[in-house]
């Protein structure tokens, strides 16, 4: 009986057009015809077009898999190997574009206008994960902070980055030492580094009043990712981001008390100047 040419095609899942050209080919002419001369497969056929399909997936051109449909037992064994090879060397060579491809959306994301190479001498052990710029991004893309932010963070020179890392490293060093020392986190010293933090974010990214700079600081103890991006982990103490949260709201506290009495003193004057 054998099948047609749109029959195999159907349950091969390749065209017509493909059967047509490894007849012409000479790779798979179909065992039969018809009376009026269509192509009829047989079983026999449809099993060589399976080992053809086989080496068609592994990337081998069509004259390797004649010459290995021609003598199997002498040269399959040796393509197989080579094609092992190959295809391990590329897979080499694509995870390596994969880690380029990535490293190139982290630098789009993050905003940071440097070389991996730049990127790695400048930040050293500070590591902005990928996982953390995608949801960031999704969180405050509405927040004009936050535009602004990457903005700035896109313009900033290697030189701008070395300044800014080293004025991390100093603060990070002043931080670390008073959780250390015991320092209360609603004490002076602790509430003061809390506010040098805000200051630089001011400088380096956007206005952050005390109110943003409280959102910040909650992201830093509830994300460990957010927080490596100011204590790498190897620096990391148990408690820190949360005492570094704490020393934050304590500064927020102490601007609003420090805004109340010149409103105060404002309206007093007001109301003096009005009698």
């Not at 001369?37 to 081998?60: K, M, P, T, V």
């Not at 896109?154 to 100093?170: G, P, Q, V």
């Not at 990712?225 to 100011?230: G, Q």
Request: contains cysteine.
């Amino acid at each position: 009986m054998g099948y047609t040419v749109g029959q195999v095609s159907a349950f091969a899942g390749v065209t017509v057009r493909t059967l047509h050209h490894y007849d012409k080919a000479g790779l798979l002419s179909p065992g039969d015809r018809s009376r009026a001369g269509y192509r009829r497969y047989d079983d026999a056929d449809l099993a060589r077009l399976q080992q053809i399909l086989f080496y068609r997936e592994l990337g081998f051109p069509l004259d390797a898999i004649a010459e290995i449909l021609a003598n199997p037992q002498a040269s399959a064994l040796e393509h197989l190997r080579t094609r092992q090879r190959q295809l391990t060397e590329e897979i080499t060579r694509l995870q390596r574009l994969a880690e380029v491809a990535e490293r190139a959306i982290e630098v789009q994301q993050t905003g940071v206008s440097l070389t991996p190479e730049e990127r790695f001498e400048v930040f050293g052990e500070v590591a902005f994960d990928l996982t953390y710029a995608t949801d960031a991004q999704a969180k405050w893309r509405d927040s004009n902070g936050h535009r602004e932010a990457m903005a700035r963070a896109s313009a900033h020179t290697k030189e701008d980055w070395r300044r800014l890392m080293a004025e991390a490293a100093a603060w990070r060093a002043d931080l670390l030492a008073a959780h250390d020392d015991g320092d209360p986190a609603d004490g002076e010293r602790a509430m003061d580094i809390a506010e040098e933090h805000r200051l630089h974010v001011s400088r380096w990214f956007t206005p952050c009043p005390p109110q943003m700079h409280r959102r910040i600081a909650d992201d830093f103890a509830a994300d460990p990712r957010a927080f490596a991006l100011v204590v790498p982990p190897s620096q990391q103490r148990p408690g820190l981001a949360a005492y570094l949260a704490r020393a934050v709201r304590a500064n927020a506290l102490r601007h609003i008390h420090v805004e109340e009495p010149r409103i105060t003193d404002h309206v007093s004057r007001i109301t003096y100047e009005e009698h």
